[in-house]
C-alpha cells in the first residue's frame, strides 16, 4: 500500500477515534488528508456540495448519521438532494456526461460511491471506514473522473507500466517461483507446467533475445533462469485473464443481469481475506455472478486460478497478492460500464499493450488489424450474414466474431427482428475456437460485451457463448480405422497425459455429456472410486442400465484417469476442458468458416502436440513428398485450412482465411495444393479457390513484415478449375507500405492500388502458382516442364560459417595464416584467433547474392577490393566412404595444423544441427552439400535469397599457394555444374533473359528460389546451332568486361539473342 495512503488513513483515524464531533470536523481532516495525499487542491463548500475537484464531488456529514444503512434519511439527503443536483447542474455546464462524474457520500464511519445515470442517482455499496476506504477515495480523486472502456483508460491503469498491474504482477511471481521451488507435487506447480507445455512455449529465443524481453518487462522472476520467460508469461496471462474476467462481472452487474452489484467494490471491501478469496472463487472463477446473469460456463479455464492458492499463502509467501487485488478492485470499480463505447477489440489491445513486442513475435501472436477482418468479411459474403452459420476456428481474442457481430445486429434491425430473435441467432450462429484458454476467455468477454445490451432487454434468458477451448486440428471423433462405438482423444502434457475414452453416443450428445460431467466432476471432488459413481450414474437415471453394460469399460478408464490427478492434487480442470474439446464434435455444419489461422512452422510446435496431430495430418496428405521438404517447413495455417473444411464447413460453403501467401508456391506446401480433402477417397470434397488478395507488397501486421493474403475458397465436389483471380497490392504512389492499424477499411483503399493477374499451377496437382498477367500464362507454360539435361545444386552447408569460412592474411609460399570469424554467426566460437594451417582444404568461396550479378561475377573483377573469403571442404562427398577418406586425409602428418584448427573448435562442430540430423559416422569436421558436382570447373549460379532472379558463371581463380582453385558456393546459393564452359555461359545467358525471369519470379518464393529446374524447361545446348555457340560467346565477353557500362551495352544483345532461342523453340515444340 502507497504511505500517502497509509499517513492519510492514519491522520483520519486519529482524529476519528477521539472521537469528533460534527460535520466540519469530518470535512475538514477529510480534505485535508486528501490534499495531502494527492497534491490536489480541493474546492470548498460551494453551491449546495462539500468538496470536489473536477469531476470527483463529495459530500459529508456528521458522523454516523448514515446509521449504517443507505435507507437512512442523511444517507438520502447526501446523495439525492445534494449530490444528484449538483452533478445534473456541472454536465450542463461543462458538456461532460453525468457518468462520467463520481460522487462520494462520507459520514465519518462510513463511505459510499454514487453514480448518476439518466436523472437518477445510484448508490454503491456503503463501505466501513477503513485502510482500504481510505485508499479508494484518494484512488478516484486521483483518476478525477469514471473511466470509460478504452485501451487509453485500460492501458492507464492497468498496462504493464501501471503500478496496479506492476504491483500485481511482482506479488503473482512472486507466489508462483515460491511454489514452483518446492520439491513436492503441487497444484500451481502443475498447472505451470501444464500451461508451460501446451501453450507458453517460445521458440528461437537467443540470450540477446531474452534480455530485450526481461528489459521490457516491468516485474522481476526472482525463480530459477530457465523459467524466466515462460513463468512471466503465464503470470501476465493470469493477470490478464483475471482482469478480464472481473471487467466481465462489471459489465453483467452495470446491465442488471444479476443481483450482484458492483462486484470489484462489493469484493475489495470485503475485510476479511478469507472472504475475498472465497469470493472471488465462487463469483468469478466458478462464474457464480454470470450462471446468476443466464450465462452458463462463461468461466470454464481453470489454469489461471492459480492466484487464489498463492493468496491463501501467508503475506511473505505471497508477495502481498491480496492487497495488490484489493487496489486493483478498487480502480476497476470507477469504471462506468453500463453503456460500453462501440470501440473495436480493446481487450486485444490491452494484451498487445502487457506482453513486450519481441516475445509477442517469439510466440507468432500477430493480432488482425480491423480494416482487414472488415475486408475478409466482405469478401466472405455471399449471402446476408443473418442466413449464415460463421465459425471462426482459431478465433483469438474475437477480432472476426465482433465484426460479425455487428453486422448481424445491423441487418437484424434492418429486418425489424426483435431483441429476443436477434440475441438467440447470435448465440447459435456466431462460433469460434480456440487452443489458448487466454484467447477463449477474452474472446467470451469480447462476445458478451457485444451483446450486453440486448441481453437487458432480454430477461430470464439463458444463453451459452458459443467460444469453445478446442483444437482446430484436432478434434474428437470416431476412429474409423477402429472401434466405431467409442471415441478416443488424448488431452493435456507428458505430465496429465489424459487419454480419453468415451462412447461415442455420450461423446456426440452435447446435453447427456455435460449432464453426465456435471456428475463425473462433483464425484471426482469427493474422492469417490467408479463403483460408487456408476452406483449414483444409474440412480439418477443419467446412464440406463443396458447402456452401462457396454459403456462402463471406457467411462471407467477416463474416470479413473482423472481421480488419479485428483488424488496428485492435479485436479479441478479435466472435466470442464474435455467438456469444451468434445462441444466442438457436436457444433455441426457452418455455410462460412474465417480467420486467421496461426501461422507457425510445424518444427515450432510443442513436440507432445506435434506427435498427436501428426496421423490427422498424414491422413489429409498434406506434408510434402519429397522428404527434405517435410513437415519441418509446412506451416500450420495449412493444415488448418484442410480440417477445418473437411469437419465444420457445409457442402458449398465458403471459406475465407488470412494466410501465408508461401502456401500457394513452397515446396513444402505441394499436398496443401491440391485441395482435395480426402486424398485416399475417389469421392472427396476439394476446396476450390475462389480467388487471393495479395498484400506482399505491403505491411498490414504493425509488428511483422510477412507474405500476407486473404484466401477464398469454396467446399466442392468438383476438382479445382483454373485461373484463380489474383490481385496484388501495392502502396499507391507516395504512400508508405506500412499500414496504420487504426485506420478503416475505407481509409486503407484510399492509399492502395491493386494489380489484377491470375494463378495456375505450373503443372502437376500440387506444384507451385504461377502468377502472371491475365492471358499470359498461354504463352509462357511450354518452359513448365522439368529440364531433362541439368538441375539445380545447393551449395556446401557448414552450419559454423565463422569457422569454416575464413580470410587469409598471409601465406609464407607453403602455408597460409587464416582467421576466425566470430561476428558470421550466432553459435559461440570465442575470440577472434588466428592460425597457420596448411592450404589444400581451402578453396576460394561464393558467400551470397552479393557477390556476382546478372552474368558478372564481382569475385573475379581484377579491382575487386574486399576482403576475400574461402572455404574450407574437408570432404569430398557424403558417402560412408567419403567420410572416411576424409577422417583418414585429417590424421596425416601432413595436415596437422588443419587437424589442430578444427579441435578448437570441436563442441561447436559436434553440435551443429546438420551434423547430428543427416550426418552418422561423419568425422566431426564434415561438411553437407557436397560431391563431385562441387568440384566440376564450370557453375552457372544463382541466389537463393533475391527479389529477383539473376545467374552468373563461376570457374576458378588463383589463390595463395594453391594457384588456381574452383570456385565453392555457400548454400545461400544454387548452381548448376558443368566441365564444358560453352554450355555454362548458354544456360547463363538464357536463365538472365526476361521470359525466364518472368516465369520464375512468378512460381518461386522470393526467398527461396532452390531448384530452379523441376519446372523450368530449356532447349538444350547444340554446338552445331550458330546461335548457341554465338549466346555462350557473348555471356563469356560479358563476364570478361569489367566496365560497367560497356557490360550493359553486351547484355542488350546477350537477351536479345537468348530471348530469339526461346522463341524460334517454343514455335517449334508446337
Known sequence: MDQSV????????????????????????????????????????RGRKDSSHNHVIIEFKAPGLFKGSKDSPKFKEATESRLLPYILREAEKTGIPVSDFIGIAVDGEH???????????????????????????????????????????????????????????????????????????NKVKMLFEEWRTLYGQVSDTSTLLTESICSEITFLWKGEDKHSISARLFVIHTYNSLLIKLLAAEIVSSHGLTSFEYPAQTISALKDDKALIKSLEKDIEKSAIFEQAGIKGFVEEAIFSWYLDIAKLSNSESGGLITSLRKTLAVLSLYHLDKISRTRDVLRDLYQGLVPRQLRKSLGEFYTPDWLVDYTLAKAKKKPWLEQRVLDPTCGSGAFLISLIRQKISEAKEMKWSNDQILEHICSSVWGFDLNPLAVQTARVNFLIEIAELLQTCKGVEIELP????????????????????????IGSQLAKLDISLPSELALSRKRLDEVFIRLGED??????????????????????????????????TYNQILGLHRKQWNGIWFRIVRNFFWSATAGEFDCIVGNPPWVRWSKLPDTYRERVKPTCEDYGIFSKTKRHGGNELDIS????????????????????????????????????????????????????????????????????????????KKTRAEPKYPIPYKIWQAAEGQKRTIDPKLNQAEVFKKIVADNKEAFPVSEDGSPWAILKIGRFSTIKYLSNECDWTKGRKGITTDLNGVYFVPIIQDNGERVEIKSRPEAGKIDIGVSRTQWVEPDLLYPLIKGASDFEACYLKLADPNYNKQMLYTFVPNTGISKADFQNSKDKLNLQEYKNTKIWFENFKD??????????????????????????????????????SKSFYAAVASSIDMPVNGKRVFIPDHKVYFSSFDSKEIAYYLCGLLNTETVREWLDSHNVS???????????????????TEHMRLSELVEQVHNTHNKSDRSKLLIEVFSLAENILSNWDNSSE
Open 111 to 185: 463511505i459510499c460511491f454514487t453514480q448518476v445515470r439518466g436523472s437518477e442517482i445510484f448508490s454503491q455499496q456503503l463501505i466501513p471506514f477503513s485502510l482500504y476506504a481510505v485508499s479508494i477515495v484518494i484512488e478516484a480523486f486521483k483518476a478525477d473522473t469514471r473511466r470509460a472502456l478504452t485501451t487509453e483508460n485500460l492501458l492507464r491503469d492497468f498496462g504493464h507500466g501501471s503500478s496496479n498491474a506492476r504491483e500485481l504482477m511482482q506479488s503473482l511471481s512472486d507466489g508462483l517461483a515460491y511454489e514452483i521451488q518446492k520439491t513436492d507435487n
Open 6 to 45: 497509509i499517513n492519510a488513513f492514519n491522520q483520519i483515524n486519529e482524529r476519528r477515534m477521539k472521537p469528533w464531533v460534527g460535520e466540519e470536523e469530518v470535512r475538514i481532516i477529510w480534505v485535508k488528508a486528501i490534499e495531502e495525499a494527492t497534491g490536489l487542491l480541493l474546492e470548498a463548500e
Open 638 to 713: 495449412a493444415m488448418i485450412t484442410y480440417t477445418v473444411a473437411d469437419k465444420w464447413l457445409v457442402n458449398d460453403g465458403c471459406m475465407a482465411f488470412v494466410i501465408t501467401g508461401t502456401l500457394f508456391k513452397n515446396p513444402s506446401s505441394a499436398g496443401f495444393r491440391t485441395f482435395k480433402l480426402e486424398p485416399k477417397d475417389p469421392n472427396s470434397a476439394f476446396l476450390q479457390p475462389i480467388e487471393v488478395e495479395d498484400f506482399k507488397a505491403l505491411k498490414p501486421f504493425e509488428d511483422a513484415s510477412n507474405h500476407t493474403v486473404v484466401a477464398i475458397f
Open 908 to 945: 561447436q562442430l559436434l553440435n551443429r544441427s546438420t551434423f547430428r540430423r543427416q550426418m552418422n559416422n561423419a568425422p566431426y569436421q564434415a561438411i553437407y552439400n557436397v560431391g563431385d558436382y562441387t568440384f566440376q570447373p564450370w557453375k552457372v549460379v544463382w541466389p537463393e535469397m
Open 1007 to 1025: 526467398i527461396q528460389v532452390a531448384n530452379i529446374f523441376k519446372h523450368l524447361s530449356l532447349p538444350e545446348f547444340n554446338t552445331l546451332d
Open 467 to 490: 467460444i469453445l477451448l478446442a483444437d482446430a486440428i484436432y478434434s474428437p471423433a470416431p476412429d474409423p480405422n477402429n472401434n466405431q462405438d467409442v471415441v478416443n482423444y488424448k
Open 524 to 557: 471426482v471432488e469427493l474422492n469417490l472410486d467408479f463403483i460408487d459413481v456408476k452406483e449414483k450414474l444409474l440412480r439418477y437415471k443419467l446412464i440406463s442400465s443396458q447402456e452401462m453394460v457396454s459403456w462402463e469399460e471406457p467411462l471407467s478408464y
